[in-house]
């Protein structure tokens, strides 16, 4: 018997793959099913990490279970290669991103191929490939002219080491997160898109997505924030400011409770105060200066200045509110103006607690005494009954909002209103190595957008990125160019976008890559939406959103017919590792490290010098915790396939799977206990007999392992079927080919070619290198999904419990399917009935089909 041998069999048959071009897409077909399985695009960081395994071969599985079910699979990968890992490394090492990001390319796909995924690489595109962006420049141009795209100032994070502009999840305890620099906030001129426009729509087809996670809903839609309130106007006390003060408020029901009206820092009035007011001048510089996320404004101390005016009390004119710049009122929500409640919210409650602002409770809680009622250092913000606010006594919250916006609108002082947290898409970056935005800045004309015909708008070839900033800024040529209006002298915009607007539509021009436009339209139209997509939760929020406003914009334009762009979506979990350290704190990699084991105690020590590691905790793969794994290695050991399965089947695909090399040495050795039972098979034919009981055994179990694969691949329970596999390759050795029947082995050869292609999804080359040791046609990768009989899934026999009056008593075993009345009678007919029952009187018996008897009788 010949030992199986990854490092021969894997690279024979993925080279078998690529010679009968297995995964390239069949063309549009409206008379095939089609299905559509997209995994979120890499970065081409130079080296898969088990994080791709994982995430590659989840979609792998789908992708060749659909084409084995029939399906038109389009199965395509591409690079998200703009960004500034490239850039930085121009700047650090002296190399030319492009050639870096193409290098990097090049060796990841090597790796992916590796891996034995079904990838249509015909499709194969990154985003800084000129043919991709020019195209990308195309239907900005088209949402220009809609209007969707303008250009504003805008309050940034500026990095003045990189002399560029940060997002605040680059800004690190108010530095920049490569310089280190303290980060200083700028107004700069931006480009923006209106995502903001579709603020209504990007919330209500949440609903529609009913294959999307639910917390990714909720994600995406507290994202968005569209909250109903009231929009209106404090009077100032002093006479001679006539204009007023908006607010915008979710809970106008609280106003009565109204301690403090608070501005933003970046406030039009906070900078009229502080034209005076040097002390206002120094709080707001201090505020620039803070917390620039909101997660972080959140948890940050509540500081705020008073300015020193006051307002009126809408629904009380006698009742006065000072007015306060706070640090965590954000200008671009509602107004940048708020009113503050502090016994009903928490920001304002801490806020009042410093400043000594009172705390006046007017939502009482379920069962509360009104009398003695008193928040503390907690906002009350559950459920209750207004008190201590005038008309609104009495109400529960909901009617006192719509009481609140009622009065308001009778006086004239504000009207309800609805608004979003989300702001339009800021897709400007201080950046050489991106799309550039294909727009010229002309003296006399203005912005000017690129005609079609000079697209695309590329790299100059001789970029330098030798200085900190923007290289194209500096180019002293590239830039200058004549004005498509009017031929004047002018200059290209130097701007490039930021790299969510590549990966927003990436799934669209891998519909037909060759297309001169940038999405063939009916090429899209029968590939879209994305049938299956798949990716980490931590693009639940940005990159999916801006996917979804992407396509209902380029629907609108005309590009597109679909609205949402992804029909079911997955998140799986990351791969994590055991951290290691030595006693000093310095990171330790697995491979460095041996375990010891004395009972349920581990120890760790280094494998060179022998002394002690601290094991930490099971974190995500990370190169900063040197608690990576290298698929090479791990495929060089125990072959591809090993590595796939163990990724496959340790956890649930949701959840965060632990590398272990014990898990992975236990998936290589199923693997060659599966070869072992194709290399045992007998050649045929064999003589099959109905009558045999072992095969009929086997067979009624190969039908339920298909069924059981089925379901497992169908609801993303991909862990809870290679249990199935596992459990059946068990069943398969006690039903062992030496010495059985020919009606057995005719079974086993029959259960063998279905164990092959239930396999070919987690495994394919071992499936491959099984079809071929048993004679099946063609290869397993264009072998049909078997089919189950669902009779042949029910056991023979079920084991039925029998009650007296409700109580379990004993068991009785009866046929699978068996009709009440001839349970009934079995049961009646049994000698253990007669002696449980003796001296006892039958009233009835209940028989639940396949479930249960239940025996009512009387003493």
């Given at each position: ?10 690279p ?5 793959w690529?010679e009968s071009d ?6 549009p077909d409206a ?5 559509y399985?997209?995994?979120m695009?890499p ?30 699979v ?7 290669a703009?960004?500034?890992p490239?850039e930085?490394?121009?700047?650090e090492?002296?190399?030319d991103?492009?050639a870096w990001t193409?290098d990097?390319i090049?060796?990841m796909?090597g790796?992916?191929k590796?891996l ?21 420049q195309a239907w ?6 809609k209007?969707?795209?303008y ?5 940034v994070?500026?990095d003045?080491v990189d ?10 305890d ?5 310089s ?11 480009w ?7 603020a ?5 087809d949440?609903k ?5 996670p639910?917390?990714v809903?909720?994600?995406q839609?507290?994202?968005i924030?569209?909250?109903?309130g009231a929009r ?6 002093d006479?001679a400011r006539t204009?007023?003060l908006e ?5 106008p029901d ?8 608070g501005?933003?820092a970046d406030h039009p009035l906070a900078?009229?105060v502080?034209?005076s ?5 120094a ?5 620039r200066q803070?917390?620039?996320?909101e997660a972080?404004i959140?948890?940050a ?5 008073d300015t020193?005016l ?11 509110l000072p ?5 965590f009122?954000?200008m671009?929500?509602g ?5 503050g ?5 928490q920001?304002d409650l801490d806020?009042a ?8 409770p007017?939502?009482l809680p379920?069962?509360?005494?009104p009398?003695t009622?008193?928040v ?10 207004l008190?201590n ?9 909901e009617a ?6 009622a009065?308001?609108e009778?006086d004239g002082a ?5 608004v ?10 201080q950046?050489?190595w ?8 002309c003296?006399s004309?203005g912005v000017v957008p ?8 590329a790299h ?7 200085k900190?900033g923007?290289a194209?800024?500096?180019?002293p ?5 004549a004005?498509p ?8 915009e130097?701007d490039?976008?930021?790299t969510?607007?590549d990966?927003?539509?990436y799934?669209?021009?891998?519909t037909?890559v060759?297309a001169?436009?940038p999405i063939?339209k ?5 590939w879209?939406p994305v049938?299956q997509?798949?990716?980490g939760?931590e693009h ?9 406003f992407?396509?209902?914009a ?10 949402e762009?992804f029909a079911g979506?997955f998140t799986?979990?990351?791969?994590t590792h055991e951290t290691?350290r030595?006693?000093?704190g310095?990171w330790v990699e ?6 010891e ?5 581990r ?7 022998g ?6 905790d ?8 040197r608690n990576t794994v290298s698929?090479g290695?791990i495929?060089?050991v125990y ?5 796939r399965?163990?990724?496959l089947?340790?956890s649930p695909p949701?959840?965060?799977a632990?590398?272990?090399n014990?898990?992975v040495e236990?998936?290589?050795?199923f ?5 072992a ?12 007999d109905?009558a045999?009981?072992a095969?009929?055994?086997l ?9 059981s694969?089925t379901?497992a ?5 991909f862990?809870?079927?290679i249990?199935?596999l596992y459990?059946?390759?068990n069943?398969?050795r006690e039903?062992k080919a030496?010495?059985a029947?020919?009606?057995l082995?005719a079974e ?6 279905v ?9 394919p080359?071992l499936?491959e ?6 004679g099946?046609e063609g ?10 009989d669902?009779a042949l899934t029910?056991e ?5 419990p029998?009650q ?9 075993r009866a046929p699978a399917?068996a ?8 049961v009646?007919?049994?000698p253990?009935?007669?002696r ?9 018996v ?10 009512v009788v009387?003493g």
């Open positions: 018997m010949t030992r199986y041998n990854p490092k021969d069999t894997e024979k048959w993925r080279q078998a690529d297995a995964f390239r897409a069949g063309p008379a095939r099913p089609k299905y399985v997209l995994e695009f970065y081409p960081s130079g080296r898969l990490h088990m994080g791709h395994v994982r995430n590659y071969a989840l979609g792998d599985v789908i992708a060749r279970y659909k084409r084995a079910r029939g399906f038109n389009l199965h395509p990968m591409g690079w998200d703009f960004g500034l490239a930085n490394a121009a700047m090492r002296g190399v991103p492009k193409y990097n090049a060796r796909r790796e992916l590796e034995g995924l079904s990838i249509d690489w015909s499709r194969e595109f990154a985003t800084c490939d000129v043919e991709y962006y020019g195209r990308q900005f141009l088209d949402l220009f002219e209007g969707l795209v250009r504003k100032e805008s309050l994070n500026w003045p002399q560029t502009v940060l997002a605040n999840e680059q800004v690190i108010g530095r920049g997160w490569r280190g620099a303290v980060v200083e906030k700028r107004r700069l001129s931006q923006f898109l209106r995502i903001t426009d579709y209504d729509a990007l919330t209500d949440l529609t997505l009913d294959r999307w639910e917390k809903r909720t994600m839609e507290n994202w924030g569209r909250s109903r209106f106007s404090f009077r100032f006390t006479p204009e007023g607010v915008y408020t979710t809970r609280t106003l009565f409770g109204a301690a403090f009206v501005i933003a900078a009229e502080a034209a007011n040097p002390g206002a001048a709080f707001i510089e201090a505020c803070g917390a620039v996320s972080e959140e948890t101390e509540k500081l705020g200045f020193g006051k307002v009126r009390h809408p629904f009380d004119p006698d009742q006065e007015v306060w710049i706070a640090n009122i954000l671009d929500y107004t940048g103006a708020i009113f409640c502090p016994a009903h919210d920001r806020f607690r410093k400043y000594g602002l009172p705390v006046r007017v939502v379920p069962g509360a005494d009398t009622f008193a503390g250092d907690e906002a009350w913000t559950g459920a209750g009954a008190f606010s005038g008309f609104l006594d009495g109400l529960g919250i006192a909002k719509a009481a609140a916006i009065r308001l009778a504000g009207e309800g209103a609805t979003f947290r989300l702001r339009d898409w800021g897709v400007s970056r950046r050489a991106g799309c550039p935005i294909p727009v010229v800045h003296p004309c690129v005609p079609k015909a000079s697209l695309p708008v100059p070839a001789d970029i330098a990125f030798g900190a923007n194209l800024d500096r180019h040529t590239w830039k200058h160019v004005c209006a009017c031929g004047g002298a002018a200059e290209r130097t490039t976008l930021d969510f607007v990966s927003s539509w799934f669209a021009r891998f037909d060759e001169a436009e063939q009916a090429a899209a139209d029968y879209l049938d997509y798949i990716g939760i639940a929020v940005l990159h999916l959103l801006y996917a979804r992407v396509t209902k380029l629907s609108d334009a005309g590009h597109l017919s679909v609205r762009p979506l799986q979990g990351m791969v290691y030595k006693p000093g310095e697995p491979g460095e490290v041996v375990i084991a004395e009972g349920r105690i120890r760790a020590r280094l494998l060179s010098t002394e002690p590691v601290v094991i930490g099971a974190e995500k793969m990370s190169k900063s915790k698929p290695e495929f060089e072959g591809v396939d090993a590595a399965l163990f990724v089947s340790d949701e959840r965060d632990q590398w272990s014990a898990g236990g998936a290589w050795r693997v060659n206990r599966v070869w039972e194709f290399e045992s098979q007998p050649a045929g034919p064999h003589a099959a109905p045999d009981a095969a009929e055994t067979r009624r179990a190969t039908h339920r392992l298909t069924r694969m379901e691949i169908e609801t993303f329970r862990n809870s079927g249990a199935r459990e059946f390759l069943l398969l039903h030496e010495g029947s020919e009606a082995l086993r050869a029959e259960a063998l070619s164990f092959a292609r239930l396999i070919a999804p987690f495994t080359h499936a290198e099984c079809w071929a040791r048993i099946g290869m397993a990768v264009f072998a049909p999904w078997p089919a189950f669902e029910r023979a026999e079920v084991t039925l029998v007296v009056n409700g109580k379990r008593r004993w068991e009785i399917g009709e009440p009345a001839d349970v009934e009678k079995m009646l007919d049994d253990e009935t007669a449980r029952l003796e001296g006892l009187t039958i009233r009835k209940i028989v639940v089909k396949d479930r249960i008897v239940n025996i009387a």
